[in-house]
Structures are given as structure tokens and as C-alpha cells.
T-cell receptor, first 109, second 118 residues
Framework: ELKVEQNPLFLSMQEGKNYTIYCNYSTTSDRLYWYRQDPGKSLESLFVLLSNGAVKQEGRLMASLDTKARLSTLHITAAVHDLSATYFCAVDSGSRLTFGEGTQLTVNP | NAGVTQTPKFQVLKTGQSMTLQCAQDMNHEYMSWYRQDPGMGLRLIHYSVGAGITDQGEVPNGYNVSRSTTEDFPLRLLSAAPSQTSVYFC?????????????????FGAGSRLTVL
């Protein structure tokens, strides 16, 4: 059974700081997705990582995938308040996506 | 183009009642799925379908039924509601699912249905 673990689960950071969210998974997959969820809202796709070494960047967020280590990272650069949300990674095992627990990010002024 | 439409947005049930959460998509997607979201547990897959007439169980299927008579619709039925089914439910779809294709299976989510079982 595929397990997907994120850490940290809660992250409070100051504006302007950098931080990384980690997503580890237990079985072989070369497809990983990052989603964002604002409070009370649905999930929106952020990044699609389809191969080992894939790196995607959008604004202050950068995601990478290491399939050998079964690890993806979501790096936040110079955080701003608008990035406050819950971030989920999800691993594609062929017929389903398995989600991590989510990382609730709060960016404080 | 409405995307994925879920109804109702909110529902309160008593233990033992039955109900159906509706999900419709207008993108001609083959793959549809239902997830439930509970605090600290991420999203867990309940049932999914890879096309009309085909459904399969996910991680937490007990207490739920689904059917897929058309490409557009994928209703989720709670047969006899229990307090443990209090949750937020999300329907999602994507063009196709499977490692055989070369594209990405990015899910489009509905707005969610918040269900409370008393």
C-alpha cells in the first residue's frame, strides 16, 4: 500500500523567510503533484512532476522530484502572506492519486 | 464550461438516513473519483471510475456506493449514514488515468460537499 508522508504538518513562518516542505512516499512512482487549498475552498493544481530530477517553479514556489529517494520538495522563497494555505502532495500509482496529510502554512507579517 | 459541479454544498443527516451526493463534469473526462477530507488525514479515495460502466473501490469504500451510467455523472450514495461519515467530500475528474499515457493526470476538483451526520 502506497504511503505518502508530508512534513512538517504545520508551518508558521515570517514574511521574507525561506522554507521547504517535504513529501516522502513509499513505493516507486515517477509522477507527483502538488496542490494548494485555501481555507474552505477546493484544491487547485500547482505543479506536475513527471520524471526524476524534474523541477518546476512558479513565483516564490519551486517543486522538485527525486524518484530514487522517493522524495519531493516544495521550496518557498521570501514568503508572503498570500502563500498562506494548505499544501498537499499526491503520488500517482497508475489508477489513483494518494495524497499526503497536507502542510498548513501560515505566513505572518 | 462549468468544470466539476457538486451538489449539495452542505447537508445535515441523521444516523441511518440515506442520501446521494451528485457530481457532474462537462469536460468529457473518462476518469472520475470521490475523496473525503478529514482533519490531519489528507484526502482519502473512496471510489473511482475509469469510464462509463466501470467503477472500483478506493482506500475507504465501506458505507458508500457509486455508479457510472454516463461519462458526465458520478453520484456517491451513502446507504445508512453514520457519524463517522461526517466529512467534506470532493469529486474530481481527469481526462484519463493510467501510467500508459504520457500526459499528466491532473485532477480537477469540485467545490466540495460538507456533510454532517448527527
Amino acid at each position: 500500500e502506497l504511503k505518502v508522508e508530508q512534513n512538517p504538518l504545520f508551518l508558521s513562518m515570517q514574511e521574507g523567510k525561506n522554507y521547504t516542505i517535504y513529501c516522502n512516499y513509499s513505493t516507486t512512482s515517477d509522477r507527483l503533484y502538488w496542490y494548494r487549498q485555501d481555507p474552505g475552498k477546493s484544491l487547485e493544481s500547482l505543479f506536475v512532476l513527471l520524471s526524476n530530477g524534474a523541477v518546476k517553479q512558479e513565483g516564490r514556489l519551486m517543486a522538485s522530484l527525486d524518484t530514487k529517494a522517493r522524495l519531493s520538495t516544495l521550496h518557498i522563497t521570501a514568503a508572503v502572506h498570500d502563500l498562506s494555505a494548505t499544501y498537499f502532495c499526491a503520488v500517482d500509482s497508475g489508477s489513483r492519486l494518494t495524497f499526503g496529510e497536507g502542510t498548513q502554512l501560515t505566513v505572518n507579517p | 464550461n462549468a468544470g466539476v459541479t457538486q451538489t449539495p454544498k452542505f447537508q445535515v443527516l441523521k444516523t441511518g438516513q440515506s442520501m446521494t451526493l451528485q457530481c457532474a463534469q462537462d469536460m468529457n473526462h473518462e476518469y472520475m473519483s470521490w475523496y473525503r477530507q478529514d482533519p490531519g488525514m489528507g484526502l482519502r479515495l473512496i471510489h473511482y471510475s475509469v469510464g462509463a460502466g466501470i467503477t472500483d473501490q478506493g482506500e475507504v469504500p465501506n458505507g458508500y456506493n457509486v455508479s457510472r451510467s454516463t461519462t458526465e455523472d458520478f453520484p456517491l450514495r451513502l446507504l445508512s449514514a453514520a457519524p463517522s461519515q461526517t466529512s467534506v467530500y470532493f469529486c474530481a475528474s481527469t481526462e484519463e488515468a493510467g501510467l500508459q499515457n504520457s500526459g499528466a493526470n491532473v485532477l480537477t476538483f469540485g467545490a466540495g460537499s460538507r456533510l454532517t451526520v448527527l
